[in-house]
């Protein structure tokens, strides 16, 4: 099984979504583009979200298990997903890529 590097690449927030359906909080997300995180397998990285993690979690552990070519094709990188997290209101965006180290 090999690691998967997970890499925050955009962060948006639609505020015109969030004012006319959300109830107002004041803290979403830690996450910030550029962050890093290195999944052991199937493993959820420490300081990860619990929330994207449930989204993107799928993706790791097939790229984990040697898995490519989502889609048909649909990355350049075969041994590589673009995934986002499922906040309708403020969705991070993550590059996952297949590393060739293996896990522990």
């Given at each position: 099984?090999?690691?998967?590097?997970?890499?925050?690449?955009?962060?948006?927030?639609?505020?015109?979504?969030?004012?006319?359906?959300?109830?107002?909080?004041?803290?979403?997300?830690?996450?910030?583009?550029?962050?890093?995180?290195?999944?052991?397998?199937?493993?959820?990285?420490?300081?990860?979200?619990?929330?994207?993690?449930?989204?993107?979690?799928?993706?790791?552990?097939?790229?984990?298990?040697?898995?490519?070519?989502?889609?048909?094709?649909?990355?350049?990188?075969?041994?590589?997903?673009?995934?986002?997290?499922?906040?309708?209101?403020?969705?991070?965006s993550f590059?996952?890529?297949?590393?060739?180290?293996?896990?522990?």
């Open positions: 099984m090999k690691k998967v590097k997970i890499t925050v690449v955009r962060k948006a927030f639609y505020k015109d979504l969030s004012d006319k359906y959300e109830n107002s909080i004041e803290h979403a997300c830690d996450l910030n583009e550029g962050d890093l995180f290195v999944a052991n397998g199937w493993q959820k990285p420490e300081g990860f979200c619990n929330s994207a993690w449930e989204s993107i979690s799928s993706f790791v552990m097939t790229l984990a298990h040697g898995g490519s070519n989502f889609f048909d094709g649909w990355m350049k990188n075969p041994k590589s997903a673009m995934i986002s997290c499922n906040d309708g209101f403020r969705p991070v590059l996952l890529e297949t590393l060739d180290e293996e896990s522990e």
